[in-house]
């Protein structure tokens, strides 16, 4: 194989591996949002009533320490 082969060879995989990489990128700019992504832009948090002692109506929030209680 002659040089000139080799460079141009060399050039082709150069080319492919950046259009490659051209075309991941946007495709990944592009992708669509997952299922639970919200449409607005931002996530709806809710307290899970029940798992959190502090959460509880019966807990005095004025005397509660969370380090001391687990």
């Given amino acids: 194989m002659s040089s000139a082969n080799i ?3 060399n050039r ?5 591996a950046t259009f490659l ?3 991941w990128m946007v495709m990944k700019e592009t992708a ?3 299922p639970y992504a919200a449409a607005e832009g931002y ?3 809710e307290a899970v009533t029940g798992f959190f002692k502090q959460d509880d109506p019966t807990t005095d929030p004025r005397t509660f320490d969370y380090v001391c209680t687990t």
């Fill in 43 to 45: 996530y709806k948090y």
């Fill in 32 to 34: 669509p949002l997952p």
């Fill in 7 to 9: 460079v141009l060879i």
């Fill in 21 to 23: 990489a051209l075309l």
């Fill in 12 to 16: 082709l995989l150069l080319f492919a």
